[in-house]
DNA sequence: GCTCATGTTCCCCT
DNA sequence: CAGGGGAACATGAG
């Protein structure tokens, strides 16, 4: 699931249910906790209240007074939200006790999880991170784009060089864009990127308002899935090789 | 049984 | 040093 605009999604899930209150207490499993322990991570959390949330890139930073929790979801994790249900699910890795409910971070395949970290130093968990993908103007995009060497694929997916994109959103885009994923970022001219940086908040924006990438019909996220994969701009049938190490879709006609 | 999965990191090559 | 390829991580789904 995660990507930008599903962390967005769960940032605003934290917002409505978190944002404000006061933790009753945390239960959570050691494992996940990539560098505290349940002891440590209840002693900073309880009682204390968070403030608002926010997100980058792919992470989700939860500020509370002097401590801040941090949330990356890997590949399979979600932020719910479950009122009146009490019955723990098996992939509920941490849950977040308030007066009115639970927050549930859960998270099958254990990829990514929480961090806590003093308020003033979360930047030694995001380690070096690039700036968000949703707020990232076209001219420094550019510029960010510009010294870099190979295909334009793995640049995207670098969180060193924009943070927020993956696999879905990074074919959408160069689909929307019509830019092959394997195109090397030399050989691309100015309006190439400058069109690829506008399709790309066009993807990022449309998908963050639903939390997810949409499988719509007119996109390429809505044909991946399929048993005979087509272009739904040209109906050529899509390619489908790896690139950056991902499984990567596009059509050879229009891209 | 086998392959693949919306992420990140680490190791080895070129 | 920068990129690319592959493996590892943990676990379910098709």
Redesign the pocket.
């Known amino acids: ?3 930008l ?2 962390v967005e999604g769960f940032r605003r899930t934290f917002q409505r249910r978190a944002a404000g209150k006061q933790v009753r207490g945390a239960s959570c499993d050691a ?1 996940i906790l990539r560098n505290s322990s349940p002891q440590a991570l209840g002693r900073a959390m309880r009682n204390s209240t968070f403030e608002a949330p926010e997100r980058w ?3 989700l930073i939860c500020p509370a007074g002097a401590n801040t929790m941090l949330m ?5 994790g979600e932020l719910i939200w479950l009122g009146d249900e009490t019955e723990r699910h ?2 509920d890795r941490m849950v977040l006790h308030f007066s009115d409910g639970d927050l549930r971070y859960r998270n ?5 999880g929480v961090w806590l970290a003093r308020t003033d130093a979360i930047e030694e968990v995001l ?1 070096p991170l690039g700036p968000d993908a949703l707020e990232l103007r076209e001219n420094a995009f550019i510029g960010r784009l510009k ?5 334009i ?3 995207l ?5 924009l ?8 074919d959408e885009s160069l689909w929307h864009a019509r830019v092959s994923p394997r195109a ?2 030399k050989s691309l001219a100015r309006t190439d990127i400058s069109r690829l940086y506008r399709k790309m908040n066009k993807v990022l924006r449309d998908s963050a308002k639903e939390g ?2 949409p ?1 719509k019909r007119t996109w390429l996220t809505g044909a ?2 399929q048993r005979d994969p087509r272009c739904p701009r040209c109906r050529a049938k899509l390619n ?1 090789g ?6 990567t879709y596009w059509c050879p006609s229009c891209q």
């Open positions: 699931m995660p990507e605009p599903d494992e890139g792919k992470w990356h979801f890997g590949m399979t098996p992939d099958m395949r254990k990829l990514g380690g010294d870099r060497k190979g295909s694929k793995s640049a997916m670098d969180q060193k060089v943070a927020g994109l993956g696999n879905l959103t990074v090397s970022i997810l990438v499988a991946r899935s489908r790896t690139i950056a190490g991902r499984t």
